[in-house]
């Protein structure tokens, strides 16, 4: 019996040994160990930081709010002050959220709240605003502000999220899994992230064009570009539309504030007249050859009339762009190899799409195919900028830029680099290189043309009382037709100052009188916006 007695101590013994041993194992085990602090932790989560989108100048483009978050831990005795509560935002399900027992958020009104168990953390949250400056080339997120949805906002969605940290709150649980009223929560609150995309516009030319479009334009774009890098400094579309009613701007069908007009397609008119000049200026016509208009023209039994209908009389080149005769440019065209007609087109960019940045290009338009301008009527709709041709703002900017840069067309780009810190910028590889599309020479007589078409025609609304410019007029017929009248988009391109540009500038109008009554005046208010002298008090 006392062998028996023995064997089962030791038994016993064998067996608490082991599992002394396999208690101390489990202590020393990290991964139990994480576990069992998740197990007696319960965390949530205050807020995260999205990365941001500056201009050239590394000026923050969208909006950063500070919000304040609090933090509740419920008790019997808090419950009545957190419901009635002027500070804090509680939702109607709040005694539904109470009676669970776990620490919980609410928006708060102040940064304060005194209010048993209730703390009051600051955090940085990303928002977009009604009035959003570039809003068609940013976007916009989601309602937590952590997700693209379109633009800029959905196109870097995982670089602005790169660095992204997390604001939270732990607080220590008991063995019933309820939170110990005497334990201090654990905060960590995520700095500032500075990191973001770099964007070529300038948020003061963007303020200037957006506030004269909003003035003069119902539906319309304009486009302000660098002409030897081709960086737009400003892009802007009209109607914008408000974010937080995304659903309102879907059901506009009238106005489709959604669209970026000036990433799209338009029938162009006049401002072709420039692609028409610098074909025939590159083919060896004397920009002193003489056409007659008395009004209209036919080409073919097809009849073409003049906005002036008795006619301009006896012009040479540089007068019929001054007063933008079409029957002039019509027989310049009808003088054209088609062929190297509409090689020049392609070269000042016309029928082919601008890419932006990845995965995003701009509508390419359309161009008259080769086969299409073996007919002379063809060819004479082209030469005045109408017939199929469409092109978008980006476009006509980006011909405007060859004219000014030496007879080299700069294509459009909008991504200079990222940063990390709001302060370096690591720039990206530009990948729209110029395309010679003529001699200097050509380039250079042509501009004289055109400032004279602005400083000394008279009745010019572009012309700027600060500076001086030169551009073009553009009055295109669609062929759409509403209550007997037909619509026509109205344009202007142009550059300033004259002597030395350093912009140019797209402006159209949809359902226009005319290109000069209702395109030019937004671009005088641009150029004079961006020129007139500081006034010093």
Not at 312 to 318: C, D, E, R, S, Y
Request: charged residues 15%; glycine residues 6%.
């Amino acid at each position: 019996m006392n062998r028996r007695s023995i064997i089962v101590f030791c038994s016993c013994l064998l067996l608490f040994s082991l599992l002394f041993l396999r208690i101390g194992s489990l202590t020393e085990d990290e991964e139990l160990s994480t576990v069992g602090m998740k197990q007696s932790s319960y965390s949530l989560t205050l807020g995260q930081t999205r990365g941001l989108i500056y201009d050239c100048n590394l000026q923050s483009l969208v909006n950063t709010s500070t919000q304040y978050v609090a933090t509740v831990l419920p008790t019997p005795q808090n419950m009545i002050e957190i419901k009635n509560n002027n500070v804090l935002v509680a939702p109607n399900n709040i005694d539904e959220i109470i009676q669970k027992g776990k620490p919980f958020l609410l928006e708060s009104n102040l940064p304060f709240v005194n209010v048993a168990n209730v703390n009051v953390y600051p955090v940085s949250k990303r928002y977009t605003p009604k009035n959003q400056l570039a809003q068609h080339i940013i976007g916009y997120t989601d309602s937590s502000g952590m997700k693209g949805v379109s633009g800029i906002e959905l196109a870097y969605n995982d670089l602005l999220n790169t660095n992204a940290q997390t604001s939270k709150i732990t607080y220590q649980l008991n063995a019933l899994g309820k939170p110990l009223l005497g334990a201090q929560p654990i905060i960590e609150l995520a700095p500032e992230n500075k990191s973001g995309v770099i964007l070529t516009i300038d948020k003061r030319i963007q303020a200037i064009c957006e506030l004269a479009g909003a003035r003069h334009l119902k539906k319309g774009a304009i486009v302000v570009m660098d002409p030897y890098n081709g960086d737009l400094k400003a892009v802007a579309s009209f109607p914008s539309y408000n974010p937080a009613s995304i659903a309102s701007a879907v059901k506009d069908k009238e106005n489709s504030p959604l669209l970026n007009r000036a990433f799209s397609a338009y029938n162009v008119g006049s401002t072709f007249k420039i692609t028409t000049t610098a074909a025939a200026l590159s083919s060896g016509i004397n920009p002193n050859t003489v056409f007659s208009c008395n009004g209209k023209i036919e080409v073919l039994d097809v009849p073409f009339k003049c906005h002036e209908v008795k006619g301009h009389g006896k012009l040479n080149l540089k007068s019929a762009l001054c007063v933008s005769c079409n029957p002039y440019f019509i027989q310049l065209g009808l003088r054209l190899d088609p062929s190297r007609f509409l090689n020049m087109a392609r070269d000042l960019s016309f029928g082919k799409p601008t890419q932006l940045y990845d995965n995003y290009k701009t509508a390419s338009g359309t161009l008259p195919t080769l086969g299409e301008l073996q007919s002379p009527a063809a060819i004479g709709n082209l030469s005045f900028g109408q017939g199929s041709l469409t092109a978008t703002p980006i476009q006509i900017a980006q011909m405007m830029s060859s004219v000014v840069n030496k007879g080299n067309t700069s294509f459009a780009n909008l991504i200079i680099g990222t940063t990390t810190n709001g302060k370096s910028i690591l720039y990206t590889k530009k990948e729209n290189y110029p395309i010679k599309a003529m001699t200097e020479q050509t380039a250079n007589l042509i501009k004289e043309d055109l400032i004279s078409a602005v400083m000394e025609t008279p009745n010019q609304n572009a012309k700027p009382s600060y500076t001086t410019a030169g551009g073009k007029t553009g009055t295109a017929q669609t062929g759409v037709k509403v209550d007997e009248n037909e619509l026509c988009q109205g344009w202007f391109a142009g550059f300033f100052p004259a002597d030395k540009p350093q912009y140019v500038v797209a402006v159209l109008c949809e359902n226009a009188r005319s290109g000069n009554q209702d395109a030019s005046p937004v671009f005088k208010e641009i150029a004079d916006a961006m020129t007139k002298p500081a006034t010093i008090n």
